[in-house]
């Protein structure tokens, strides 16, 4: 695994930590081309992430990385008694969330799929190098939180790369330098892995 690779990823676990801190559900949604033994032991490419754009085109690769649910309140207002009263109600939306790192841009699939997603009426947002923004996003449209005020904080402030791998695995509790291989996988336990290494945010000092 690259270090592009590696910062991409932890830019997605960052994101995924965001999610978590307010209770959104999400997702791992990108196109990945794997390749698998099929009959008499011949390789074939398997695509996942395929999606079909407004012109009937195929395209194998270019879908955002994260699709997030966050509920967000619907004021609806009902007649009752002498004047309106307003009513809230949440309702969860769907968001596209794209990982960048470095001097990293999207392709032109990954242009395309945005245009498809803004087509739709869905909301997309391009994560660069910062997770802020996807915690401006939800306050901007009053998502609940759903942890700490103080953890909230822990992640809204900007975490260097060489502070980030300093973090404990929010699956192990181990630092990165502890986990195996090139995808860093967790240790095992009990016989199982637990994950790979992704950085627990929530126990970052604010």
């Known amino acids: 695994m690259s270090r592009t690779s590696d910062a991409a990823n932890a830019m ?29 032991g011949r390789w074939r490419p398997m695509f996942f992430g395929m999606w079909t754009d407004g012109f009937g085109k195929i395209h194998r690769a270019g879908k955002a990385d994260i699709l997030a649910r966050p509920r967000i309140p619907y004021w609806l207002r009902q007649d009752g008694g002498v004047k309106p009263m307003p009513d809230v109600i949440p309702i969860s939306v769907p968001l596209w969330i ?8 999207l392709n032109p699939d990954q242009i395309a799929f945005k245009n498809w997603v803004d087509s739709n009426g869905d909301f997309y947002l ?5 997770v802020r923004p996807l915690i401006e996003w ?11 005020d103080g953890a909230l904080r822990a992640v809204s402030t900007h ?17 990165r330098a502890d986990h195996i291989g090139p995808a860093f996988g ?3 336990r009990k016989g199982k892995r637990a994950g790979v290494w992704s950085p627990d945010l929530g126990a970052v000092k604010a």
């Open 98 to 105: 794209e990982c960048k790192t470095g001097a990293g841009r």
């Open 138 to 148: 939800f306050e901007l449209r009053g998502v609940e939180k759903y942890s700490v």
């Open 159 to 175: 975490i260097p790369a060489t502070d980030l791998y300093l973090l404990p695995c929010k699956h192990c509790g181990e630092l």
């Open 12 to 40: 997605v676990y960052a994101a995924e930590q965001v999610c978590g801190l307010y209770g959104v559900q999400f997702t791992r949604e990108q196109s990945r081309t794997i390749n698998v033994e099929g009959t008499a």
């Open 186 to 188: 967790c240790k095992l």
């Open 126 to 130: 391009l994560l660069h190098n910062d």
